[in-house]
Every structure is written in C-alpha cells, then in structure tokens.
C-alpha cells in the first residue's frame, strides 16, 4: 500500500489526540489548555514519546492551527524586592482540531465535498469544499469524498491504516486537479485505498469508485 512517508503524522495524531482528551475532560473553559510538562508527560505516559518529539510536532501542530497557545500575563516578586513580567503559556487543541478528529481523517486543510458548484473555468470545477477537479472527473471525486467520510469514521480499519489510506485518497483527488492525470500514480493509491475500503465494509462505494476509475486502466 502507498503511505503518507511520513511517520510523524501518527505522532502528531496522538498529540492531538491527547489534548482533545484533556479538552474532552475538563469542567472549566479556562483548564482547557495544559502545561507543555503535563503533556509531554502524558505522552510518554501513554505511547512513550521523548520530550523532543512532542516538542517538534507540537510546533507543527501550533503552525498548522491545529493548537493553540494560550498566554498569560503575570508578574513575581525577586528576592531584591522588584517586580518582574513573566509569562505562563499553555497549550488546547484548536476548534479546527477538533474538528478534524470529530472527522478523524489526516493532516489535509479540506475534503473532498459531497456537492459540485456550477463554476466552471477552462475545463476545471469547484467541488464541495472548495476543491478543484477536472470537469471530466467531477462524479469521480464525489465518490472518492464519500469513501474517505466513509472511511474516516470506521471501526474495522486500524488506526495507522486509515491514515494511511485517507492520505492516498487525497492523492487521488490531488491527480484529478491536474488536466491529465498520471495513470500509474492513480492505479497505484487505488489499489491501496480498495483495499482498505473492502475491509472497512464500503464495498458499495469501492464498485462506484472502480467504474469511474476504470477508463484510467485502458
């Protein structure tokens, strides 16, 4: 099966992951966000993540907007008697977080959407969530947008193949962008992503997307 190439994804899923925890758990807004010690030990705790892990994937996290810092103003006394600024930060899954776990899909800023708008410029749509797909391709990239919701939520993939396979179904969707697609790239990710589909019980929409896709096997 064709995979992301990156393993960091996994690590970044647990991170978010387990600030969606701490957000899922907690009795006040303002104890959301949790100090990066609590969550470098949380990860070690549960998956045995190094400090340095945590830290460089939590930045990407941060970057991504996956994660939000919250800071706090505050002040301390020195020993000598002068007050002096200092900053407590902490760290919450962001509402785009959660809305991606809620989705459980991969590291993607959109999905593939469901409805295609009427817009039409040489030959390439605007589909669903602001996707851009060849106009030949349209009906195809619906499909492929019910697999990966499909897949997105099922309990019969495991968790590292799902992500696996939802990063192949982006890359489906990223050839369909192109005016002529690669058919060896698309044979290649489909026959990674059918797989996984059968076994995650969408055979419906795996005959679909293997009708629409079959043109690219000629």
Partial sequence: MESSGN????????????LYEFNQKSRSPKKVAVLH??????????YGYK?????????????KGYVKVVTESRTFTTPSGTTQPSERRTYKI???????????????????GAHVNI????????????????????????????LRKHLASSKEVADETRLNVLSDIDGLVAQ????????????ALWEGVKGAAIVGGAVD??????HLIAPFWK
């Avoid at 010690?37 to 549960?46: P, R």
């Avoid at 809305?99 to 999905?111: G, H, I, N, V, W």
């Avoid at 039409?120 to 990239?141: E, K, M, Q, Y």
């Fill in 37 to 46: 010690s609590v969550l470098a030990k949380a990860m070690k705790d549960s």
């Fill in 7 to 18: 393993p960091k994804d996994v690590v970044r899923d647990h991170i978010l992951r387990k």
């Fill in 205 to 210: 929409l795996v005959d679909k997307a293997s």
């Fill in 94 to 112: 962001s509402a785009a977080g959660v809305d991606r776990l809620e989705e459980a899909s991969l590291f993607q800023q959109t999905s593939v």
């Fill in 119 to 146: 817009t039409n410029i040489n030959g390439v749509v605007n589909v669903g969530d602001g996707n851009v797909v060849n106009a030949n391709f349209t009906d195809l990239s619906r499909v492929l947008g019910e």
């Fill in 51 to 63: 400090l340095q892990e945590v830290a460089s994937n939590l930045d990407y996290l941060i970057d």
């Fill in 176 to 187: 369909l962008q192109k005016p002529t697609p690669n058919p060896t790239v698309i044979r």
